[in-house]
């Protein structure tokens, strides 16, 4: 599994942006799709997931009610709507998989990962 992460960028506050993140090679209904992000001195911490068959989604406290996930099995795409970002949102933001749903929010079980998009949030 090959992942390709894009659609980071420069916004202000309140402001809204789109990542996609491009999967290719065989993926399974039970597969977890994530998105972390890791700020500069800071650990990387879990975002959102989505169960690849869209049965499950999860989200970090600090993003409910604003981010969004989302996948199309045709396309082979998995998406995070983000909006109302803030500042604290600035991070570089990775998509991984995880072959299996479970422990879905530990950056370390995850076994392939994207190479990151770059997200910053002026005030």
């Known amino acids: 599994v090959q992942l390709q992460a894009s659609g980071g960028g420069l916004v202000q506050t309140g402001e809204s942006l789109r990542l996609s993140c491009a999967v290719s090679g065989r993926t399974f209904s039970n597969y977890a799709m994530a998105w972390f992000r890791q700020a500069p001195g800071k650990e990387r911490e879990f975002v959102s997931a989505?169960?690849?068959?869209?049965?499950?989604?999860k989200y970090a406290d600090s993003v409910k009610g604003r981010f969004t996930i989302s996948r199309d099995a045709a396309k082979n795409m998995v998406y995070l709507q983000m909006n109302n970002l803030n500042p604290e949102d600035t991070a570089v933001y990775y998509c991984a998989v995880r072959t299996v749903w479970i422990v879905i929010h530990t950056p370390g079980e995850y076994d392939y990962w994207g190479q990151g998009t770059q997200v910053t949030v002026s005030s």
């Open positions: 989505i169960r690849w068959n869209g049965a499950s989604r």
